[in-house]
């Protein structure tokens, strides 16, 4: 009898990681702020939608450097063989386009590794003529995983959201999460 071939270490965590990914749903629906993993603030008890995305959304902002990054676990990874800083743009899909009060929270996933100087993301609103609205950028000097939060106070009815993260060598988009006000008219999302 032939003897089964051992999986590499590799093949085992991509199937693992790919299963697992499968078997989480993209949360989608309104929750409440009481059960918000990101805050301890319990007093308000406003509801928003929120959307999760994988970091392998994002893309290279320049098209002749999408060869130095790779999706590691749906992640967007900047290789080890590149040197320097590269951008990546991660876009968002908007589902309230009425609200002119911006995003509720936005908080990016991101990994720094040891020895660099920082990880930074940057969210910008737009409005539909492409007239930039505000901004708002957060970093981290700390290695390992770290999540960023983000925040913009002006939107403009048809506007549209994106981000746009520095990473160094190693350094990756994890996931980023998305929340933004319910329409007034149907709570919904």
């Known amino acids: 009898m032939k003897k089964p071939e051992a999986l590499s270490r590799t093949k ?24 918000d993993p ?11 939608d929120s959307k999760t995305y994988p970091g392998r959304n994002c893309i290279a902002q320049d098209a002749n450097e999408a060869n130095k990054f790779s999706n590691l676990a749906f992640g967007m ?24 009060n911006g995003t509720y ?47 913009v106070d002006y939107s403009s009815v048809g506007g549209y959201y ?4 520095l990473l160094p060598s190693l350094g990756s988009v994890i996931s980023y999460e998305v929340r933004e006000y319910l329409n007034t008219d149907d709570e919904g999302g």
Do not use: W
């Open 12 to 35: 085992l965590m991509t199937m693992l990681l790919l299963c697992t990914a499968v078997a989480a749903p993209i949360q989608t629906q309104a929750i409440d702020i009481d059960q």
């Open 38 to 48: 990101y805050t301890t603030t319990k007093n308000s008890k406003k509801k928003y």
């Open 77 to 100: 990874y900047f290789h080890k063989d590149h040197s320097g800083y590269l951008y990546v743009d991660c876009p968002i899909v908007r589902d309230n386009t009425e609200n002119t």
């Open 105 to 151: 929270a936005v908080y990016v996933n991101v990994t720094n590794p040891p020895r660099t100087t920082m990880v930074e993301c940057t969210l910008y609103s737009y409005s539909s003529t492409g007239s930039l609205l505000e901004s708002y950028t957060d970093k981290t000097p700390l290695s390992g995983n770290r999540v960023l939060y983000l925040d």
């Open 162 to 165: 994106g981000i746009t993260c």
